[in-house]
């Protein structure tokens, strides 16, 4: 009933999942991952426990394969599962039980595992791997890839509704929750892979201005311009990314561009107008000498 990729990006070392599948709210049972650790996928009849027992098995030492068979060894309906395990070595394992209904199994590669069960086509898993292997550019749009060639090779055999993508990077921590770089989720929809690849993009974008964020408070607004101007060629006409666009723009004295933009802002929702006077208000934004808010509402 459900297509993935389990993978680790041999450039960066960052772990992800990606999935998709004919029922509900796919991410709250499939995905699985820790920096620095390995990644997960459970499905089939999922049992979602697979997730922390292999990823636990992976922080002690075992390897991919070791650990999805830790896994199995604790689980009376191993028969009924499917699993995909990558660790962060790049070594990858899955185990497709026989009570999965066909069409189903697995592939592994360097630095992946891909798995389907319930499929309209034989030919999805292979395809899945041949797109991923063949793919290049931001990890996440890699792993995206490999579910649309899934789609295209067949895909469930019941149709479409949920997907998930999670993305950690490879740096192990103290804390099993940090490291999340990418985490989105298609709940219910008619096409959920243009929507996970809208909300990847969206995720890229508002990665770029988090880092625009950070560089207002190092005073480093030369870092604020590059990382805005990234976010808003990803994500054109989001408010908050152009509210940020309009106060760096001020700040490196480019008035009348930052003024056109906040008006703008401004002219599209009036009510932005209480947001900018609370930042004013608080010291948070400062604007050029001679302007006040009454200004930029005329």
């Known amino acids: 009933m459900t297509y993935s990729i389990v993978a680790r990006d041999p450039d960066t070392g960052a772990l992800g999942v990606a999935v998709q ?13 820790r920096a620095g650790v390995g990644a997960v996928a459970t499905q089939a009849f999922g049992e979602p426990a697979y997730g922390p027992r292999c990823l636990d098995a992976i922080a002690r030492g075992s390897s991919a394969a070791g650990a999805l068979a830790t896994a199995r060894a604790a689980d009376v309906m191993s028969v009924m599962r499917q699993v995909g395990v990558v660790d962060a ?36 898993w292979q395809a899945m791997a041949q797109a991923y292997a063949d793919s290049s550019g931001p990890f996440a749009d890699r792993l995206v890839s490999a579910l649309v060639a899934a789609e ?20 192990r921590r103290d804390d099993p929750n940090a490291g999340v770089l990418v985490d989105v989720r298609v709940d219910a929809h ?31 607004n030369e870092a604020v311009l590059r990382e805005i101007e990234i976010a808003r060629t990803l994500l054109p006409g989001d408010e908050n990314i152009q509210f940020v666009r309009a106060g760096a723009l001020f700040f490196n004295g480019q008035v009348d561009e930052g003024r056109a933009t906040m008006r ?35």
């Open 21 to 33: 599948t004919c029922m509900f709210a796919v991410g709250a049972i499939v995905p699985w991952a």
């Open 152 to 171: 295209a090779a067949g895909g469930d055999a019941r149709g479409r509704m949920s997907a998930a993508l999670l993305v950690v990077d490879g740096e």
């Open 264 to 298: 703008a802002l401004l002219a599209n929702r009036p009510s932005w107008a209480t947001v900018v006077r609370g930042f004013i208000d608080k010291g948070l934004f400062a604007l050029p000498a001679g302007f006040d808010l009454e200004d930029l509402l005329a």
């Open 190 to 220: 008619d096409q959920p892979l243009d929507e996970l690849a809208r909300l990847v993009r969206a995720a890229d974008a508002f990665d770029h201005y988090f880092r625009a964020v950070d560089a207002i408070g190092a005073g480093d």
């Open 89 to 124: 070595t790049g070594a990858a394992a899955a185990f497709t039980g026989e009570l999965c209904v066909e069409f189903a199994g697995a592939q592994i590669g360097e630095g992946y595992a891909v798995q389907a069960n319930m499929m309209a086509s034989p030919d999805v």
